[in-house]
């Protein structure tokens, strides 16, 4: 798969004008996985033979291509020295030529045309020198951006300084006017001052000489300029009006200064440097002092400046002390890094990287996010939207997303910036970050089991990556690595994920958006399974949010998920909706809310129980009487059992709430028992009354054909059978028709004969039969005989062998037996 070539494309216009180089594009997947990335490295450290005119300084790679030169040439680099070495004496020639000669002596004419000549050929140079953008921090290897930059900051300047204007002078008729274009060579001071500052970076360099050297040189220079001043001053009276001046009317001792053009020039100099030092340093010893109007105005704006200077001096040196620059806490940080690298024994590869970092940082601070820590947050916000939104609304994984969510994604970026062969995020890894391209070229490099690597992509302005990773929680699928330069923007997760959990409605269009994207490329469809999962997992997590805040009552956070696009239906892992917990809780509101939200009002869980259910449990009868007042129904799955087993557990109160609610009294379990035999079974009186107070019938028969006054008087609780007797007449009289049916049926009892005495073996026991009790006595036995076959003469007893004498003492259920009077 071809990427990009990574060869240079050089442009020419067809009428056969400059050449025009575009920035390289360091990849070349014509060859082999692993060839990609040694590509990169080759090119990065020049050793590419494509390019045999690059070479290597300090492990940064010597761009210079055709008539184009790298700053960091190293011919160029001593180019460079060579001119600051002219620049320095250039500086401080320059007042001295302005204020001791008229019209330079021929050694001195020879070494200054040298100099025009240096100066000249750097001019022509600074055409051809690349410089990097203080925007994007690219190189910039045009010619024409080149030619224009420089144009339009020092080229004048610099053209001006290098005429020869002693020669003009002297041709001119020595006009004094031309000797003050002299001043213009002046700019050249700029080339010391870069100097300086690159010896204050170089932690070789102790800082503190360094900053010393350039404070010694700063004051050195402006006494040296205000000496060459001075002497200037009294140079321009006539030589008859000398004695008018500082330097004319001095006398030393016995020594005169009248007729001082007569006088060596070093003398000459001495005294004006002199005259200089005392005057900014304001000892003023007296021996020397102004004597003209013209000598006064000079000293006043001199001492003035010489406050500004002393100033300048003092604030430098309490900034040595407390060490608060900047440029030292560069470094500082250099140093402790150097001193790391060393002692771990860091490859140069890993140095390079790590030095070029932390420059691309110190130069690049002013994008760091601490310029802008005193400004209000809502500035900062919209300072955020001008300069990246656009970079972020163009990403395809957010399209479709509302604006909202663009701009908290907008205003949590942070912007940094990465150097060329640098690996942001490896396969295999955890990713805790979400990276925005807005300048710049990366790429996307995927292992293959043999060990090599395949480029996948190429990522530029308006990509992102590492999306896959957070949003579904797996590792780092690809390697990213940065092609050139890159401007990045980078959100943590935990952030990304805050916003998420707000704006859920624009996170399932993420995944949709992240799911569709991935599947038209055949690589990432390995992934797709993974996505799924999560967007399922996303849902269920955010069924679990919205029940969560029906279960604590809040019904904002509630209305802001639903109205952000939450299922008010979506149930958690129970089949419970969020009206299922509300009803539960007791919150009218959220209960009223959810229903006119359309949520299903009759919708059971898992276990079977309705939002009704719940809130009954629970015992909110507001909550039950509004649930009841939009249609809410009762349906309960095996009522008979679920009453069964409540009134099992005693709890009175919950059948009474429920009772009242319209549940059946008489609902039957798996053995056809309602609720009332199991409180008259097990003498549950006040559960039995609320169940005969609900309509609960004394009549109903189990599986055995007892009813609940049947199980009352085996249990025995007095109160119970009373309570049950009550209950049968007055049921009975509600239904006039069947009084006597029912009557004759609640007196028949059961019981069972055996033709055997109970203290018989059992080896000759035989089978009994189950008989209904008549009336008498007599009824029984001769019903016995007959169905037993037993001797006439017979009488029954009961099983501790003693004798019934009537039959209302045999109860229901009763083992009888039938022994012969013989």
């Known amino acids: 798969m071809v990427i990009g070539s990574g060869r240079r494309k050089e442009k020419k216009e067809e009428k056969g004008e400059e050449e025009e180089y575009e920035v390289e594009d360091p990849l070349d997947t014509n060859k082999g996985s692993h060839g990609s990335h040694l590509t990169l490295l080759a090119n990065e450290l020049g050793l590419d033979s494509r390019y045999s005119r690059e070479t290597v300084i300090n492990g940064i790679k010597d761009l210079s291509r055709g008539r184009v030169i790298h700053p960091n040439n190293r011919w160029y680099h001593a180019w460079d020295k060579f001119i600051v070495v002219w620049a320095v004496y250039s500086s401080f020639f320059t007042p001295m030529e302005f204020g001791f000669f008229r019209g330079l002596p021929k050694n001195l004419f020879f070494l200054d045309i040298a100099g025009q000549i240096a100066f000249l050929i750097d001019i022509v140079l600074e055409f051809f020198v690349a410089y990097r953008d203080g925007q994007t921090y690219r190189m910039i290897y045009k010619r024409t951006p080149i030619a224009l930059r420089y144009l339009k900051s020092y080229f004048i300047l610099d053209l001006l300084s290098c005429m020869p204007w ?324 980078r959100l943590d997760k935990q952030s990304f994920s805050n916003i998420l959990d707000i704006y859920f409605h624009d996170g399932r269009k993420i995944l949709n958006n992240l799911l569709e994207g991935k599947q038209s490329n055949v690589r990432m469809k390995q992934l797709e399974s993974d996505i799924t999962l999560h967007i399922g997992k996303q849902e269920s997590e955010l069924a679990l949010r919205v029940n969560s805040s029906a279960y604590h009552g809040d019904l904002y956070q509630l209305k802001s998920l639903i109205r952000a696009g939450a299922d008010p239906n979506k149930k958690d892992y129970d089949g419970r909706s969020p009206l299922h917990l509300a009803a539960s809780r007791g919150y009218e509101d959220i209960t009223f809310f959810l229903i006119q939200e359309g949520v299903d009002i009759n919708a059971p869980d898992d276990f079977g129980n309705t939002p009704l259910l719940e809130a009954i449990k629970s015992g909110h009868e507001k909550v039950v009487s509004i649930l009841v007042k939009e249609g809410a129904l009762l349906n309960i799955d095996d009522a008979g059992s679920f009453l069964c087993a409540l009134v099992a557990r005693g709890d009175s109160e919950f059948l009474k709430r429920i009772l009242a609610n319209g549940i059946d009294p008489n609902s039957k379990d798996y053995d056809h028992r309602t609720p009332l035999h199991v409180a008259a079974s097990q003498g549950l009186f006040l559960m039995a009354k609320f169940l005969l107070e609900a309509g609960a019938s004394v009549f109903s028969k189990d599986r055995w054909g007892n009813t609940p006054l049947d199980d009352g008087r085996m249990c025995g609780n007095k109160n119970m059978i009373k309570l049950l007797e009550e209950a049968k007449y007055s049921q009975v009289s509600e239904l006039p028709d069947r009084s006597q049916e029912i009557t004759d049926k609640t007196h028949r009892r059961k019981c069972t004969v055996f033709p055997f005495h109970p203290s018989e073996h059992k080896e000759n026991r035989r089978y009994g039969i189950v008989l209904w009790v008549p009336h008498t006595l007599e009824e029984l036995v001769k019903t016995a005989q007959d169905k037993l076959g037993s001797p006439c003469n017979s009488f029954i007893v009961s099983e501790d062998a003693g004798k019934i004498l009537d039959a209302d003492m045999i109860s229901d259920g009763q083992k009888l037996y039938l022994v012969s009077e013989t």
């Not at 006398?251 to 060596?264: L, Q």
């Not at 407390?322 to 500082?332: C, H, I, N, W």
């Not at 955890?430 to 070229?441: A, S």
């Not at 043999?450 to 990773?469: N, P």
């Open 166 to 489: 002693d020669i003009i002078y002297k041709a001119c008729g020595h006009k004094e006017a031309l000797r003050y274009f002299l001043w213009i060579r002046l700019i050249r001071v700029r080339k010391v001052f870069y100097f300086f500052q690159n010896m204050e970076k170089d932690i070789r360099i102790n800082y503190l000489f360094s900053r010393i050297v350039k404070l010694i040189a700063v004051e050195i220079y402006c006494t040296h300029t205000a000496a060459c001043i001075f002497y200037y001053l009294a140079t321009t009276l006539p030589p008859e009006q000398e004695g008018y001046t500082w330097i004319g009317s001095l006398k030393m001792g016995d020594y005169t200064y009248s007729n001082f053009r007569e006088i060596e020039i070093g003398k000459r100099y001495t005294t004006s440097l002199y005259f200089a030092i005392v005057t900014m340093a304001t000892v003023g010893y007296g021996d020397i002092h102004a004597v003209n109007l013209r000598e006064m105005l000079f000293i006043m704006v001199f001492v003035s400046l010489d406050m500004v200077l002393g100033a300048y001096l003092i604030g430098n040196i309490t900034a040595l002390i407390v060490k608060g620059s900047k440029t030292e806490r560069y470094r500082d940080r250099m140093t402790d890094l150097m001193k790391y690298m060393n002692r771990n024994k860091l490859g140069r590869d890993v140095r390079n990287q790590i030095k070029g970092h932390l420059r691309l940082q110190y130069e690049s601070s002013c994008t760091d996010a601490a310029v802008l820590q005193d400004i209000p947050i809502s500035i900062r916000a919209k300072i955020s939207q001008t300069l990246y939104r656009s970079y972020i609304q163009d990403v395809s994984l957010f399209k479709g997303c509302s604006s909202e969510f663009i701009n908290q994604i907008v205003i949590r970026v942070r912007e940094e910036f990465f150097l060329p062969g640098e690996v942001i995020m490896e396969q295999g890894n955890v990713v805790d970050q979400l990276y925005f391209v807005c300048h710049g070229v990366l790429e996307e490099v995927g292992i293959c089991e043999d060990g090599s690597e395949e480029t996948v992509s190429l990522l530029k302005t308006s990509s992102l990556f590492g999306e896959v990773s957070i949003l579904c929680n797996i590792p780092q699928p690809y390697t990213v690595r940065v092609c050139e330069l890159c401007r990045l923007l």
